[in-house]
């Protein structure tokens, strides 16, 4: 069984920096994409960013774009999303997900981590 | 990176069948046929309905069914139940190798 688990979101000051986890299990993590995707509270689903199976292609939104990072250790299952200069937009719950083509669609999906900017 | 355009909402009767729209552009849903359909419940994680315009996941139901003519991806769920009451996203593959969500359609069933 495919599991995702998300870690590391939390309050943070405007300006500052998170780094988020996903711990996958349940398959072979280092054969498949991952991403990240994002939901503002009350609102709908955002696209965030995507690392390719072995991590030589990253591909981000333009909302992201400079500020994130996508990276991911394949010996440890492990899939991270460095966020600097965060910003009160970019508050949200951060679901990871597994990708079944090049950058969609995401077939597995964690629970989600929430990150609120706030001071 | 515009969002792709869907109706806010849509409902239906039990037993009915209801279409979700999902409107972009020839830089995204017109370029190719990635198109995907996604179901949240309040509180869940979203699940994968459809994929690449008209296929369906192991597992899901064959009352969903996608299409896509020019700009313009649809989602139909026939025979509605009561479980189908959700929020559905569309999403598509774009020219710029990334992709993007519809606004989303909340699902009512009468």
């Known amino acids: 069984e495919v599991q995702l688990l998300e870690s590391g979101g939390g309050l943070v000051q405007p300006g500052g920096s998170l780094r988020l986890s996903c711990a996958a299990s349940g398959f072979t993590f280092s054969s498949y994409a991952m991403g990240w995707v994002r939901q503002a509270p009350g609102k709908g689903l955002e696209w965030v960013s995507v690392t390719s199976s072995s991590g030589g292609h990253r591909y981000y939104a333009d909302s992201v774009k400079g500020r994130f990072t996508i990276s991911r250790d394949n010996s440890k299952n492990t899939l991270y999303l460095q966020m600097d200069s965060l910003r009160a937009e970019d508050t949200a719950v951060y679901y990871c997900?597994?990708?079944?083509?090049?950058?969609?669609?995401?077939?597995?999906w964690g629970q989600g981590t929430l990150v609120t900017v706030s001071s | 990176q515009s969002a792709l355009t869907q109706p806010a909402s849509v409902s239906g009767s039990p037993g009915q069948s209801i279409t979700i729209s999902c409107t972009g552009t020839s830089s995204d849903v017109g370029a190719y046929n990635y198109v995907s359909w996604y179901q949240q419940h309040p509180g869940k994680a979203p699940k994968l309905m459809i994929y690449d315009v008209s296929n369906r996941p192991s597992g899901v139901s064959n009352r969903f069914s996608g299409s896509k003519s020019g700009n313009t991806a649809s989602l139909t769920i026939s025979g509605l139940q009561a479980e189908d009451e959700a929020d559905y996203y569309c999403?598509?593959?774009?020219?710029?190798?990334?992709?993007?969500f519809g606004g989303g359609t909340k699902l009512t069933v009468l």
């Open positions: 999403s598509s593959y774009t020219t710029s190798s990334t992709s993007v």
């Open positions: 997900a597994k990708v079944v083509g090049i950058v969609d669609p995401f077939d597995h």
